[in-house]
């Protein structure tokens, strides 16, 4: 069981920044990923990184705005969010993939264990 603490949502105007962060019990490497949920619509994946840091792949609509790194001395994983517009207004989840694929799932089946989620909120 992979237990994962999610912190740094909260309120932002639109063209502000947040870092979102991931922490993961344990000491294996895994590959890990953002998704996010908007009310009334359905989880949609955003960023991920596998296991060894080595690739990231992002949804077309953050492409360029956010950045996702990890850290794996800490099994922690960070979402850096630029640019933010109202329309990234969401739950931020964050997940993990046990498979050590190399390289990065994009759907939610490709992802074993989910954190609690964290509110990110962007006024226009």
């Known amino acids: 069981q992979v237990q994962l603490v999610e912190s740094g949502g909260g309120l932002v105007q639109a063209g502000g920044s947040l870092r979102l962060s991931c922490a993961a019990s344990g000491r294996s490497l895994y590959g890990m990923g953002w998704f996010r949920q908007a009310p009334g619509k359905e989880r949609e994946f955003v960023a991920g990184?596998?296991?060894?840091?080595?690739?990231?792949y992002y949804a077309t609509s953050v492409k360029g705005r956010f950045g996702i790194s990890r850290d794996n001395a800490k099994n922690t994983v960070y979402l850096q969010m630029n640019s933010l517009k109202p329309e990234d207004t969401a739950v931020y989840y964050c997940?993990?993939?046990?498979?050590?694929?190399?390289?990065?799932?994009?759907?939610?089946?490709?992802?074993?264990?989910w954190g609690q989620g964290t509110q990110v909120t962007v006024s226009s």
């Open positions: 990184i596998i296991w060894s840091g080595g690739l990231t």
């Open positions: 997940a993990v993939d046990r498979s050590m694929r190399t390289f990065v799932g994009v759907g939610i089946s490709d992802y074993d264990y």
